[in-house]
């Protein structure tokens, strides 16, 4: 056992006054972040804290305010080891955002997976996390904040009720019950339980939910939910964002002079089982204090943190997914306001922003889930059926070819000609060319000038029956198909499908197909322009917004948010459908 005894050094103290030394430094913190403490006075002040809350008094410097690395070197540590690290940042603004999400209209329960490789340290960061509300570690093993996947899909729908207006930390995916995943993650943003019976017959009661989500596996959710035989898609990554742990990234970029990884996170650890919950109750009282302004002003500041953070090309899901990101920001940016971190607004933003961009080189792009599958079973299809697919070279070789028993389409090889003449009998596959070619050469950053395409002829039964197989139903994949990349649509005869051109074997120009085109560089071409970066003096901009006020109607330009005339009631939905709540600003305040 320690002895419990006052003591000068905060790494020799006992577990009882240990906490004592974090708070001493945690005020004298806060008092330069507000400016309220010349750097020079900071000796005398320690002195005088050290007497009247343990009893003891310093020999010298060395004894008091130099005796932390993170004091020699800077200042602000010790509530939170986020500076450096802007993952643990991010996730600590999405814990404060999760108390404000009252403010919120229509807001969609779900949030943020992060995984990665094994022993990276995910679930320190994920227990660090929860200590804004609770005591560091699993709630299994030694009582503390975070929860486990590990529960059926019933006890969760509890679990969900229990944190209600704060945030649910759940470890380890793999743990999940194995087929419900993806009905668990739509049950998440239902909001309630299911209506059942009792033995009686008489309904039960339902309970109903709104919170935020931060999970931790080695797996990604879409990983786990096709593994699980589930049909992944698009509703399941907007409410349940995978954020990854690249392999050639670390999770703590920042380890505060710690010598290695173990021991930065056994500081965590030390730290976060004697020092935990002061920051949520801290967070709770200034927005008690402050709840006239978060009931008119949240959705507006929501709304302008979405446009600082706003790609150039944005869909749908995408969108939804910005959503989530900028309101975990608005509540970081609070956390700062309210002095309750030692961060800047900057900060907040920054670390916001990385993670956006992460999960841009995560979904490959921001155009969304559904269009990555799209494309992925395009090229799938054309690689996989190669052999089938009769190149123009080929073609004298047709006597040979005709006893196949299965031809998926032919192909031909078009180089970009100087002058602009391809030589092709279809006057709309060439137009679209033209223009390709110019898009590419202008939007190459290199120097590299587009010089072939692959033009396929593909055979209609063939290509609607390799979508239909894969979950997608080959008419809503087309529009995808056409948009930027590739060419189906004859304008002229409005219809997708043509026949062979005049070029293919007679006998074979009876069969209907589809025209793709592939410039030789598609994969290149597809790593989309969108990587984020801070706007110019964006602290000022921050500041500038978290103390303004709106009274007139506000609308977002995300295409999702739907705004009345009292700017009560906007929404959080699918589709930008224009589902609202009815909920007034008193409503809110209560």
């Given amino acids: 056992l320690n002895t419990v005894k006052p003591s000068l050094i905060r790494t020799e103290a006992d577990e009882f006054t240990y906490t004592t030394h974090i708070m001493i430094r945690y005020s004298i913190e806060k008092m330069l972040l507000n400016q309220n403490l010349p750097i020079a006075s900071i000796p005398n002040v320690w002195k005088t804290m050290y007497e009247s809350t343990l009893g003891v008094t310093p020999k010298n410097h060395a004894e008091g305010c130099l005796q932390d690395v993170h004091w020699s070197s800077g200042f602000g540590y010790f509530p939170t080891y986020a500076i450096g690290n802007y993952r643990l940042m991010f996730c600590l603004s999405l814990a404060f955002s999760s108390m404000i999400i009252g403010f919120y209209p229509g807001y969609e329960t779900g949030g943020f997976h992060l995984y990665g490789a094994s022993s990276v340290g995910k679930t320190t960061l994920l227990s660090a996390v929860g200590t804004v509300f609770g005591q560091y570690g699993l709630r299994c093993e030694i009582a503390g904040y975070v929860e486990s996947?590990?529960?059926?899909?019933?006890?969760?729908?509890?679990?969900?009720?229990?944190?209600?207006?704060?945030?649910?930390?759940?470890?380890?995916?793999?743990?999940?019950?194995?087929?419900?995943?993806?009905?668990?993650?739509?049950?998440?943003?239902?909001?309630?339980?299911?209506?059942?019976?009792?033995?009686?017959?008489d309904s039960e009661n339902i309970n109903s939910w709104r919170l935020s989500i931060l999970s931790t596996g080695e797996k990604s959710i879409l990983a786990k939910v096709l593994e699980d035989g589930e049909n992944g898609n698009a509703g399941i990554l907007v409410r349940m964002v995978d954020?990854?742990?690249?392999?050639?990234?670390?999770?703590?970029?920042?380890?505060?002079?710690?010598?290695?990884?173990?021991?930065?996170?056994?500081?965590?650890?030390?730290?976060?089982?004697?020092?935990?919950?002061?920051?949520?109750?801290?967070?709770?009282?200034?927005?008690?204090?402050?709840?006239?302004?978060?009931?008119?002003?949240?959705?507006?500041?929501?709304?302008?943190i979405f446009k600082l953070l706003k790609p150039k090309e944005i869909d749908n899901q995408f969108s939804r997914i910005l959503q989530r990101v900028s309101?975990?920001?608005?509540?970081?940016?609070?956390?700062?306001?309210?002095?309750?971190?030692?961060?800047?607004?900057?900060?907040?933003?920054?670390?916001?922003?990385?993670?956006?961009?992460?999960?841009?080189?995560?979904?490959?792009?921001v155009r969304g889930f559904e269009y990555r599958k799209v494309i992925n079973v395009l090229l799938g299809f054309i690689s996989s059926h190669i052999r089938d697919i009769i190149s123009y070279d080929n073609l004298h070789k047709y006597e040979e070819i005709t006893y196949r028993s299965e031809i998926y389409g032919f192909c031909k090889f078009v180089p970009v000609p100087d002058d602009g003449?391809?030589?092709i009998d279809d006057s709309l596959l060439v137009e679209w060319m033209r223009k390709r070619v110019v898009y590419y050469n202008s939007k190459s950053s290199n120097g590299r000038k587009l010089n072939q395409f692959f033009i396929y002829y593909l055979v209609k039964e063939k290509f609607e029956k390799c979508f239909n197989n894969a979950g997608i139903e080959y008419k809503l994949a087309l529009p995808y198909l056409k948009e930027k990349f590739i060419i189906f649509y004859n304008e002229k005869e409005k219809r997708y499908s043509a026949k062979f051109p005049r070029w293919v074997p007679l006998g074979l120009d009876h069969k209907p197909c589809y025209i793709i085109a592939l410039n030789s560089d598609f994969e290149e071409d597809e790593k989309e322009d969108n990587i984020l970066s801070n706007p110019v003096d964006l602290e000022n901009i921050l500041s500038k917004l978290l103390n303004s006020s709106i009274n007139k109607e506000v609308k977002a330009d995300d295409g999702n948010f739907h705004d009345d005339k009292n700017n009560n009631n906007v929404a959080f939905h699918d589709n930008g459908t224009d589902d609202t709540e009815d909920v007034s600003t008193d409503n809110r305040k209560n």
């Fill in 149 to 201: 996947w590990n529960n059926t899909k019933n006890n969760l729908e509890n679990v969900l009720y229990n944190f209600t207006d704060s945030l649910l930390c759940l470890d380890e995916l793999s743990l999940a019950e194995k087929g419900n995943l993806a009905s668990t993650i739509y049950m998440f943003s239902s909001g309630r339980t299911k209506g059942r019976m009792n033995e009686k017959y």
């Fill in 243 to 304: 954020l990854p742990i690249f392999a050639n990234s670390a999770l703590f970029e920042d380890l505060h002079g710690y010598p290695n990884l173990s021991s930065f996170a056994s500081a965590i650890d030390f730290n976060g089982r004697i020092s935990y919950g002061n920051a949520g109750v801290e967070f709770i009282e200034n927005m008690m204090r402050n709840v006239d302004d978060l009931a008119s002003n949240t959705v507006y500041r929501v709304s302008e």
């Fill in 421 to 423: 003449d391809f030589n």
């Fill in 327 to 365: 309101l975990a920001v608005y509540g970081g940016l609070l956390a700062v306001k309210y002095n309750i971190v030692p961060w800047t607004y900057t900060d907040v933003f920054d670390s916001a922003r990385r993670c956006v961009n992460d999960i841009i080189n995560n979904m490959e792009g």
